[in-house]
């Protein structure tokens, strides 16, 4: 069963469940692709209009990357979860030897690194996804702006939250120069992200 093939009900009923998975990185990812979706929204409100024919070419391209990002997104719901139930099956290995414990404790060393690659994958996408909306801003349907601010809100959710995805998983990881690496270059995406977010609904006020 893929996430993103359940309704919206039936998706809110399995994150609300006892399950472990999905959880807090298929709910960043859904509301990072919610994000980018409303720019994707505002680009095909505004292509083909008269009074925009001048930015046409750019919002075009906007719409491109855009539609790119969207499926991206919607696949890290996915992809999440698949992530954390490598770690789970750590858990059901066997413990009764030596050998057992040693495979144990590397086979969880290798699903933590998927299970941090992922979200921090997802934090890339995003990132790239504020700077494609930020194109889209003062260059598109003006009677759609407030949408934009929604779709910076949603993007910058979506990336605090796989950045403590990130976090958690590099928690348990022996690796140091993986964790410093991870850690370091997270941190730059969390930051410069979240500024783009900001300015983008900053900007998105004043106008209205």
């Given amino acids: 069963m893929k996430l993103v093939d359940l309704n919206l009900k039936e998706f809110a009923r399995v994150l609300g469940s006892d399950a472990p998975a999905p959880g807090g990185g ?10 980018i979706s409303l ?11 008269k009074k925009y024919a001048d930015v046409e070419e750019e919002i075009k391209g906007v719409h491109a990357d855009s ?7 919607l696949e890290a719901i996915d992809k999440d979860t698949e992530a954390f139930n490598l770690v789970s099956a750590v858990f059901d290995m066997p413990k009764e030897t030596d050998e057992d414990k040693a495979a144990r404790r590397e086979a969880m060393q290798e699903a933590l690194k998927a299970a941090t690659k992922s979200p921090f994958a997802m934090m890339e996408d995003i990132y790239e996804a504020l700077e494609v909306t930020k194109r889209a801003v003062g260059r598109s349907n003006t009677n759609a702006a407030s949408d934009l601010g929604v779709a910076a809100l949603n993007l910058k959710a979506g990336l605090q939250g796989a ?9 348990g990881i022996k690796d140091e120069a993986f964790v410093a690496d991870y850690h370091k270059n ?21 106008s209205l």
């Fill in 26 to 35: 298929s709910a960043a990812a859904l509301s990072a692709a919610n994000g």
């Fill in 163 to 171: 950045w403590l995805n990130v976090l958690i998983n590099l928690a």
């Fill in 39 to 49: 720019t994707k929204m505002v680009c095909e409100l505004t292509l083909g209009k």
């Fill in 186 to 206: 997270g941190q730059v995406l969390l930051a410069q992200g979240s500024k783009l977010a900001d300015e983008i609904y900053q900007d998105i006020e004043k």
């Fill in 67 to 73: 539609s790119r990002l969207q499926a991206s997104l």
